[in-house]
């Protein structure tokens, strides 16, 4: 028998292929430094949840900036309604001439107008009222806001969730497919098998590259909620719980909507209207306006001067305040009025979110205990009765996918369920994360 000889490498042979290893990893080393060093690339590290989402979607700049500006915009208001009014500068001057000679008259004053109804504390104590109204319109929009990026991370999360299920029933029949083809060559089974069941994984691999599509695209818009492709860019994909906690008693969530930012933004607009309302019945209090100055007289007699005061109240005679208070007092019955339809609109829409989400979930665990397991069962005993021959190829596929089908009916129970459980935290003042 001839010797067996191995083939040995020179060690100059060696060396030079480690050069040019070293010379070849060099060069790739320069052009990823300089394609990242022209543009800089986060590297997906892990992926978000939905705590992140939410922290994302409330820290953007514009929305802080935005916040902001409306709580400015109502604190201004409320120094309007505090101040005082401006004191009034006079002068004036007055000449006679005479037989006896010219005489000239010249007058200062300093006049303040003093409001003694107590209009400006009850319009202060409005306006600060406004503020809180204007904060809880925040907490309304970020709720909504929040409510959003939730949304959206769900969607995404349940068709990447979708798109796994495909991965794993793709695998399931390209391992079956293995095992016809080897039985093929064997005699065992006939072509049309392998052929068939490769047709079904064909079409599988099209509804994945379906939801891969989908998948970018619900990314694409949770990333603009988010801040930008930048902000995202550390996170690979999202990761979560599709399928939501019980939620808490109805009585304790029906009992916490009058907390609620919206409708509790209508009662303080109630209750500022009505202190509008109480300053408006004020009109009929005159005000008062007094004054002190200086007068001198110049004439041939010589110069004269001496002290000044006046007193003077406005007589409320046409102008009473009428309009204003029937304005005011329309403004807080419309408030009162909107804020009880709210309550009780909000209360019949807990109730029935409630009761869906407790049913989608009774659904989800039944669907996973029963209908999934029966079909896990079900492609176990198709597979073991192929293999003896008592079943074809298409019996087999349906197997396949009635298991695959529960999977997915899984997932879609389960968003439902998600869902229902985000606009429930929207309708009772939004979820504690």
Known sequence: MPHSRSHKIPITGRFLNVKKILVVGGLAATLVATVYAAEPIAIPTRPLTEAESVQLALARPALQSLDEARLALAR???AAAGRWSNPQFQYSREE?????????????????????SGQRGLRKRAAEQRVGAAGLATDAERIAIE?????????????????RAIVDWIARMTATEAIIRKRQAAGEVSGYDAVRLSTERVSAQASLRQARARFARL???????????RVVAP???????????????????LASLNARPDIARLESEAAAHELDRR????????ELTLGVGHKLIDD????????????????????????????????TAIARSEFELALATA????????????????????????????????????????????????????????????????????????HARIELDRLTGGPEL
């Open 347 to 418: 209360e019949g829409e807990v109730r029935g979110r409630w009761l869906e989400l407790n049913e989608l979930i009774a659904t989800a665990h039944s669907q996973q205990e029963e209908a999934r397991v029966d079909a896990k069962r079900l492609v176990e005993i198709a597979e073991a009765a192929y293999r003896g021959g008592e079943l074809g190829v298409l019996e087999l596929l349906d197997a396949y996918r009635g298991a695959h089908e529960a999977e997915l009916l899984a997932l879609r129970i389960a968003t439902l369920a998600r």
């Open 235 to 253: 996170y690979d994909g999202v990761a979560g719980r599709l399928l939501p906690e019980a939620p808490a008693p109805l009585a304790d969530l």
């Open 76 to 78: 201004s208001d409320v």
């Open 219 to 229: 990314w694409a818009e949770l990333s603009a909620v988010l801040g930008g492709e």
């Open 147 to 163: 409510t959003d990026a939730r949304t959206r991370f769900y969607q995404a999360l349940h068709q990447q969730a979708r798109a």
């Open 96 to 116: 006679v001439d005479r037989a006896g000679g010219d005489m000239t008259d010249e007058f200062f004053w300093l006049s303040q107008r003093l409001e003694i």
């Open 300 to 331: 041939d007699l010589g110069r004269d001067s001496g002290p000044m005061v006046s007193a003077g109240i406005s007589i409320p005679l046409f102008d009473r305040g009428q309009p204003e208070q029937q304005r005011a007092a329309a403004n």
């Open 279 to 286: 300053a408006d019945a004020r009109s009929w209090v005159p």
